[in-house]
């Protein structure tokens, strides 16, 4: 069964860091490229970073820039989120999800795989 599944959200104070992870399974892993979106109430699910099959590129919306990092670990499946000074803004359902398209990392349509999403809250 191929899935993916997200971990370690949660209520967070401004300023605060959280790590989400993503746990693959059923796919081959290394050959998918892997994002971060987030979703907040009554908005659109946006883009908030991207790692390639390697790690080797990755790739963040503007907002999150210096403050998130994305990395992956090929050899357990996983790809995470590190989440630093975290923001108000930055609540939302965070989705990780798979794609072999090479352009347009981006956008939602380029993705084929969608984990169920987890909650992270940060408080003022």
């Known amino acids: 069964q191929v899935q993916l599944v997200e971990s370690g959200g949660g209520l967070v104070q401004a300023g605060g860091s959280v790590r989400l992870s993503c746990a693959a399974s059923?796919?081959?892993?290394?050959?998918?490229?892997m994002g971060w979106f987030r979703q907040a109430p009554g908005k659109e699910r946006e883009f908030v970073c991207a790692?390639?099959?390697?790690?080797?590129?990755?790739y963040y919306v503007d907002s999150v820039k210096g403050r998130f990092t994305v990395s992956r670990d090929n050899a357990n499946n996983k790809v995470y989120l590190q989440m630093n000074i975290v923001k108000p803004e930055d609540t939302g359902v965070y989705y990780c999800?798979?794609?072999?398209?090479?352009?347009?990392?981006?956008?939602?349509?380029?993705?084929?795989?969608w984990g169920q999403g987890i909650q992270v809250t940060v408080s003022s």
């Open positions: 790692t390639k099959w390697s790690g080797g590129s990755t």
């Open positions: 999800a798979a794609t072999r398209a090479q352009y347009e990392l981006g956008s939602p349509r380029s993705y084929e795989l």
């Open positions: 059923g796919l081959p892993f290394s050959y998918y490229h």
